[in-house]
Structures are given as C-alpha cells and as structure tokens.
C-alpha cells in the first residue's frame, strides 16, 4: 500500500488497497454511456511476436466498456497486418490501421504535398494519427493510450486510467499513470536519472519563473507512456513526433487547462516492458537518442514560455544537473538498501556521465536551430488545410479493414 | 505442263500482289502505333508536371476531389489519375487512327462508330458529375430541413433520398450511353414505381389516422385564423 500524500500541482490518485476491478468497471460502464471511450494502441509487428500481446488482447477480450479499440501498427508488411488482424479478432470493435498500407501511405502523402509536416515514423506519429481516426468517426468522447509491451499487463490498468477522465462527477480532462518499475531493483533510469534532477537544476536556475517546471515535476513518473484524456486535447494538440512526446503532450495540456483539471493515477503495482540499452557511444539510439529529444522538448517549451537560454546557462546547467544526479544516485542507493534491491552504482553513475553527455548535445542542437521543432500540426490546422483529410482516413480504414 | 505451274503461281501472284498493296498499310499503320505511343507519353510526362507545377493534387485536396475518389475507393493521386485518363484516351485514339490507316471497312466502320460514341461518353461523365454534385447537396438539404422539423430518422430519410438519386443518375448515364436502353428504363420505371406504389400504400393503409389527424388540424388552424382576424 502506498501514502496518500499529495504532491505537486496536479491531483494524485493512489492505490489505497481497496480497489475492486468489478466495483470499476461496473461504474465505467454506466459512465460510458455519457463519455464513450476509444483506446489507442500503438504497436509494432515485432510485438506481436513477443511475450506481452498475447496477454494484452486475452485482458481486452473481456473489457466491456470500450466504444472503440483502434491499433496502429507499425513496421508491417501485408501479410503481417493480416495476421494482425486475425490475432486481434478477441477483441470487440477493434479497427488496425497499417501505417505501411497503400492507403495510409496515400494519406501521409497528401499530408506532404499540402506542406503539413507530420515527422518521421515512430510512436508520436503514430498516436497522431489514430487519434485523428477517432476523431474522425466521432464515436467517442475520452481516448485512452497504453503501449503495447506491457508483459504484466492486466484490465484493471486500463480501468483505472480510464476511470478519472471517463467519470463525469471528477471533471478530469487529462490522466497520466504512474507506476513503479522494479523487479530485483529500480528501473526507469531516464525518468530517476535524467529528467527528475533536470527539471529540478532548471527551476533553481530560473527560481520561481516557469510554472511549467513545477508542473512537470508534480508526475510520479513523467515518462510513462499511458495516459487518457478528453477527444478534444486530441483535436487541438500540437505534439512532437519524436521521443519528445511524454513532455510535448504534457507542455500542451499546460498550455490549454488548469492543473487542477489534471491528475496522475496509480494505475499498477507491478509493471514490466521491455528495457531500452544506454547506448552511451551513439546519441542516435537507444536511450541516448530518447535522452536527447526529451532535453530538446523540455528548452523548447521553455523558450516558449519567455526562457532565454544562452551557451553560460547550459553550461551552469550541465553542472548543476550533475550535481543533482549524483544526489540522487545516493539516494536511490539508500532505497534500493532498505529494501533489499540490488543497485548497481557504477553503472547509474555511468548512465548519469551519458545522460550529462545528452544535455549538451541537446542544448547544442537547441542553440543551433531553436525553431527546428518536431511538432505535428494538431488536426483543427490539417482539416482547414484538408477539408476532407479526416473522411479520407476513416475510408482508407475501413477499406483496410474490409 | 505450263499451264499447270501457271495454275500453282497464279494465286501465289494474287497473293503477293495483295500483299505489296496491303504492305504501305501496315507499315503505316505501325509508324502511327508507335508514334503515336511516344506522343502519348510525352504528353503524360508534360501534363503531369504542368499539373504539379500548377499543384493540382494540393488544390483536389482543397476542393474535395481528393475524398471524393478515395469514396470510389480510388488511391492514387488526382493529377496521376487524370494523367492516366487522358493517356489511354490517347491510345485508344492512336490505336483507332492506326487501324484505320489499313484500309479495311470493317475497322472503317468500328472507328467511325466509336468516334460517334465520343459525346455519348462526354455526356455520360457530365451526367456523373452533376449528378454526384447534385446528390450531395440534396442530400445535405434533406437532412438539415428533416432535424430542423425535428423528424426521429432524417439521416435515414436523407440516405434514402440519396440513393433514390444515385439510382436516377446512374439510370441516365446508362441510358446516355445506350447500354441495355430498354432493360435501364425498364428497371428504373419497376423500382421507381414499386417504391412510389408502396410508399402510397404504407401512407394510405398504415397513415389513414395520421392522414386525417393532419387535415383536421389544418382545417381547425384555418378556422381559428379566421377568427383571430374577425376579432
């Protein structure tokens, strides 16, 4: 059992022990009928060939609240979406949209020959552009998003997301979960590691100045890659295409409601997907690449705001940072203690000298081009540049999925 | 012996002779072909550039001719698309121009035909056209003077009207294009009647107290009017 401590600016939800699935989802259900819910999942065909789908689509089968469960799959070929489809018949009203299908490719084509810039494959697009979707068939009031490599997964995660957004007596619009990544010891290194003591260095460096930052740092676990907000964030969203997007969804619902509209919910006890390598050496990849788009999101909402950074800021910064970091390494060292974890030193310290490595860069690039931003126009912008992009993509849907 | 060789030769002759007649024909006949082609698809290349130079897929997608292929669940671009309408329009035109270069009343003839067709087909894709525009905008009429008069199923009613119309116009286009003449106006005049016919049945069966309801209140508002006006 957790505190019910509340921390930050937003509104916590914890998980208090006394939570029942069937209580949850009975009240979702009677819920739904007044806010109808879509759940996105982004996924790519390599997962479908791991441990964690198989367990995800076995939970879905049995949610029966969902108005609408739309997969984007990624990195397929035909035969592949196909089989897709057929692995994900369980599951009721579900739609597979194939980022790699003719269709799609058409509309991703339209969207270039109207100057609409909606970045490079990945995650960011791809949610995008299933929100699009569900914007476009008008069905549902709430969308709700979870990855697709969650090996523990179980409904009661979806439910508690959903429950806070979907809930009409909470008056939430936007709900991100936390949880604790252990298993014989902590993971979640970017989040421990880098952003926590970034955000952290920054307000000491502009004290009091950005609101954002506090905001920011009142998530338990900022990266999480879960999270349910009302249809239309999704309408007005500018967000990033790129590993920036945890923090570029967060600077936009900033940017458009109240904190108090805002909360995080304890969504597992137990949580386990796949680890990404440091890749210290390379910051095109690995955490190093996701590193260095986080830092980039982070100055550049920050400059948004009226923050003028210079080369001796980022230089202060990259110190203090350390200074934070290794902080925290002991505390986190003291906590692994206590409860009998194993905690490699030598290795957190390392991933704090690449993390360190990553800033710089970040900032560099930042100094370079400042408005070099990966944002992808939100859809009230390609709709006036497409009127009809968004019969267009429900058509390339349904015809994919005939 | 002479006059047997003289009976083997004599049509081997006649052939030959036709044959160097025949012959200019088909070379003629070929250099059309193929000049034709390399025409044909210097053409498309300019075309397609002078609509990418003009941004003609960027303006369909302004204008709405983007959707409204991908609803004929037409994917590809609209310029390639015209592009390639045009291109075979060509070839068909440069294959007709080089079949009849070889003199034969039978392709004459088909050759004439088809170019008597041309404004059937000019005719019939106007007739779509309008047709498509006209559908869409009585369909929208439909629904929004059906929810404005608060009618329970105006999508319906205006899915109906719809498709009333597509049947309409595709019945037109058919007949423009004298596909099955008879069987066309035949089918439509059954659908159409069958459907007014049961419409007036359902009405006059199933509406007789509605029906009457209706009349009664009109009468009853035109008396009321009058005294309203008296007083």
């Known amino acids: 059992m957790t505190d019910f401590h509340q921390t930050g600016i937003i509104t916590t ?116 552009l299933a929100s699009g979707y569900v914007l476009a068939r008008g069905l549902s009031d709430v969308i709700v998003l979870h990855d697709c490599d969650i090996v523990t997964y179980s409904r009661e995660m979806l439910a508690r997301l959903c429950y806070p957004v979907v809930n009409p007596n909470l008056n939430f619009v936007f709900c991100k979960g936390f949880y604790s990544r252990v298993t014989d ?115 550049r909402t920050m400059a948004s705001e009226g923050a003028v950074f210079s080369d001796g800021l980022f230089k202060s910064l990259s110190v203090a940072y350390l200074r934070r970091a290794e902080d925290t390494i002991m505390k986190y060292e003291a906590d692994a203690a206590i409860n009998g974890l194993f905690f490699d030193r030598n290795g957190e310290a390392e991933a704090v000298d690449a993390f360190t490595k990553a800033i710089a860069i970040a900032a560099r690039v930042y100094m370079e081009d400042p408005l070099a931003t990966p944002l992808i126009p939100n859809w009230n912008r390609v709709t006036s540049a497409i009127p009809g992009i968004l019969d267009m993509l429900t058509r390339a849907v349904e015809e994919d999925n005939r | 012996m002479k006059d047997f060789i003289a009976l083997l030769s004599e049509p081997l002759r006649e052939v030959s002779a036709h044959f160097a007649r025949f012959f200019p024909n088909v070379l003629a006949m070929l250099i059309i072909i193929a000049a034709g082609i390399v025409a044909a698809f210097i053409i498309r290349r300019a075309l397609l550039k002078l609509l990418e130079a003009i941004r003609f897929n960027s303006w369909s997608d302004r204008k709405g001719l983007t959707a409204s292929m991908r609803k004929w669940n037409l994917w590809t671009d609209p310029a390639g698309a015209v592009v390639s309408f045009i291109y075979w329009i060509l070839l068909i035109m440069v294959f007709m121009a080089g079949f009849s270069a070889l003199k034969i009343p039978a392709i004459d003839n088909l050759v004439a035909q088809f170019v008597l067709y041309i404004p059937r087909i000019v005719s019939a894709v106007l007739i779509l056209a309008l047709g498509y525009i006209v559908t869409g905008f009585v369909g929208w009429a439909v629904v929004i003077s059906a929810v404005n008069r608060g009618y329970h199923f105006a999508r319906l009613f205006a899915d109906a009207v719809r498709i009333f119309l597509i049947v309409l116009f595709i019945a037109m286009a058919l007949e423009q294009l004298q596909v099955a003449p008879g069987i066309v106006v035949a089918a439509f005049t059954i659908i159409f009647g069958g459907v007014v016919l049961a419409l007036a049945i359902a009405f006059g069966v199933g509406g007789i107290d509605a029906a009457k309801r209706i009349i009664e209140r009109e009468t009853k508002n035109g008396s009321d009017k009058g005294d309203v006006e008296h007083i």
């Open chain 1, 13 to 128: 939800l914890h998980n208090l022990g006394k939570s029942s699935l069937e209580r949850l989802e009975e009240e979702l259900k009677a819920f739904v009928r007044l806010r109808p819910v879509a759940l996105v999942l982004p996924a790519l065909y390599s997962e479908f060939e791991g441990p964690a789908m198989p367990g995800i689509v076995k939970e879905l089968a049995k949610v029966g609240y969902l108005k609408e469960v739309v997969l984007i799959l990624d990195a397929a070929a035909e035969k592949d979406f196909q089989r897709v489809r057929e692995f994900m018949s369980p599951v009721a009203n579900v739609k597979v949209i194939h980022n790699d299908g003719k269709r799609i490719k058409d509309i991703y084509a339209a969207f270039a020959r109207n100057h609409l810039e909606v970045g490079q494959r990945g995650k960011g697009r791809s949610v995008w």
């Open chain 1, 185 to 299: 010891r902590m993971h979640g290194r970017v989040t421990r590691l880098l952003v926590t003591p970034l955000l952290r260095s920054l307000d000491s460096l502009f004290p009091g100045e950005f609101p954002f930052l506090k905001f920011l740092d009142s998530f338990r676990y900022l990266l999480s890659g879960e999270f349910a907000m009302v249809t239309d964030l999704a309408r007005v969203n500018r967000i990033p295409w790129d590993w920036g997007l945890e923090v570029g969804s967060l600077a936009e619902v900033y940017r458009n409601f109240s904190p108090l509209r805002v909360c995080q919910v304890d969504i597992a006890t137990t949580y386990e997907h796949k680890h990404q390598a440091l890749s210290a050496g390379d910051p095109g990849k690995g955490l190093m690449r996701m590193t260095v788009d986080i830092c980039k999101a982070i100055f």
